[in-house]
């Protein structure tokens, strides 16, 4: 398995397990929402209920107050209060029925539709209990004092119904675990692209070095061979055995000379350079990587993490990308490419195999020049 095909499999386990924790935590963090406000609402059951005992007994205590018409004002207010925590707890009772479940979760609330939907059934009784004692209150002591501006308290009634409905919806608190769970995420991201990219940079180092060692053994045994000794065993095999050895390193073979007859034929084709983007481009051109899946780093063609042709086929097949666009797009691929290499128009840039055949017949060709010690032009 290749390290592309591995970090491709890799995250998408990942992607699977990290989507349900974050469907779990935002059902869960909704759940929370609804607690927090049937707690907040039932606080507001309690103040108003409390304003209400305060005012009936200041009325029993003082029968003949002068002040009737701030006492109005705070009942008027308390009723007011009471019509919009009964709209909400409503809200609360409809929403509830969509999210309270039977299912058992991990929170300092009960989760069961039945306790809270009795709960909320018990409160929304208690309000019109309370508002229906208020009203009587109220043709009893103040029936020759009405308000002053019946339209500006139908204003202020819906400038609460208003703040309630905007409360019970925190665009901000939404919109800042987003940005939290967003950060979060591009967190993880980085870090598993440092660690591939630390994975295959080991293996190229691990490589490399391989390479020299190998490289360094050759070498050794090859001035061996070609250097005699003063002693009378080594002298017989450096004249026995080394005519016949000259001769089959000094006649090319016939891979070797047709990698010189290939390379001929490719003259013609550019070189492709891995790297990254230059210094100095136009500012429109936004360079993707199909392959490593960066945005402004560099372009498919010139990805220095996978380097070959065959390994890039591999990934685009198990993306079921197209080879042209190399995107998905309907068949046939609607864009219009030319490949700079071969002059093609049935495949990508960065799919064209003559750029490294071009390479590999060069390093057929240094290879034999630097065993065989005989260069040539």
Not at 291 to 318: K, T
């Amino acid at each position: 398995m290749h390290t592309s095909e591995a970090a491709t499999q890799f995250l998408q386990s990942l992607n699977g397990a990290v989507k349900a924790l974050f469907e779990e935590r935002e059902l869960q963090r909704r759940l929370e929402c609804i607690c927090d406000d049937i707690t907040e609402n039932i606080a507001h059951v309690q103040s108003a209920e409390n304003n209400y005992n305060s005012v009936r007994q200041w009325l029993a205590n003082n029968p003949h107050d002068s002040h009737l018409k701030r006492i109005h004002e705070t009942i008027s207010e308390t009723v007011t209060l009471l019509n919009v925590t009964k709209q909400r707890m409503l809200a609360d009772l409809h929403f509830g029925h969509i999210l309270f479940e039977e299912k058992e979760r991990s929170a300092e609330r009960p989760n069961s539709h039945a306790v809270n939907t009795e709960l909320l059934q018990r409160e929304i009784e208690h309000i019109d209990q309370l508002l229906a004692e208020i009203q009587k209150l109220k043709l009893d002591y103040y029936v020759d004092t009405a308000p002053d501006n019946a339209l500006l308290d139908k204003l202020t009634h819906m400038e609460y119904l208003l703040e309630a409905r905007e409360s019970s919806c925190d665009h901000t608190t939404v919109n800042s675990r987003l940005d939290q769970v967003q950060e979060q995420l591009n967190a993880f991201m980085s870090s598993t692209q440092a660690t591939l990219a630390r994975i295959a940079r080991q293996q190229q180092e691990d490589t490399e070095k391989l390479f020299q060692a190998q490289l360094r053994t050759l070498v050794q045994i090859k001035d061996i061979a070609t250097q005699p000794q003063q002693d009378g065993i080594t002298e017989w095999i450096y004249h026995e055995q080394t005519p016949a050895t000259s001769e089959t390193i000094e006649s090319e073979p016939l891979n070797v000379a047709n990698a010189r007859r290939r390379l001929k034929e490719l003259e013609a084709v550019q070189d492709r350079s891995f790297r990254k983007t230059l210094l100095f481009r136009r500012e429109d051109i936004i360079l993707v990587c199909t392959f490593r899946c960066s945005v402004g780093e560099h372009a498919s063609d010139a990805c220095f993490r996978v380097l070959r042709v065959e390994d890039r086929i591999e990934v685009v097949e198990n993306a079921a990308l197209c080879k042209k666009c190399l995107k998905l797009c309907p068949s046939p691929c609607p864009q219009q490419t030319y490949c700079k290499y071969c002059n093609s128009e049935d495949h990508h840039t960065a799919l064209c195999l003559l750029p490294e055949e071009k390479r590999r017949c060069r390093e057929v060709i240094a290879s034999w020049e630097y065993f065989s010690a005989t260069p040539r032009a």
